[in-house]
């Protein structure tokens, strides 16, 4: 379920998530790798939070 709601992320947001979040590497770092400012890959990785909580959030049923 995961690796579906990824797919669904554009690029940018997708690898941003996956090199700050679970990479570990600096929003510095990042926007290197990515070409862009570390301003715009700590956006792209807020967008992608939110988007992937959303989703995961709409394909299981989450009790309070």
Not at 30 to 36: E, N, P, S, T
Not at 38 to 44: I, T
Request: aromatic letters at 4%; glycine letters at 10%; charged letters at 20%.
């Amino acid at each position: 379920a995961v690796q579906a709601c990824l797919g669904d992320l554009w690029a940018r947001e997708r690898e941003s998530f996956l090199l700050i979040a679970m990479g570990g590497v600096t929003s510095v770092q990042a926007g290197r790798i990515l070409g862009c400012s570390p301003e715009a890959a700590r956006m792209a990785l807020g967008r992608a939070r939110r988007t992937l909580a959303a989703s995961l959030k709409g394909r299981f049923h989450v009790t309070p």
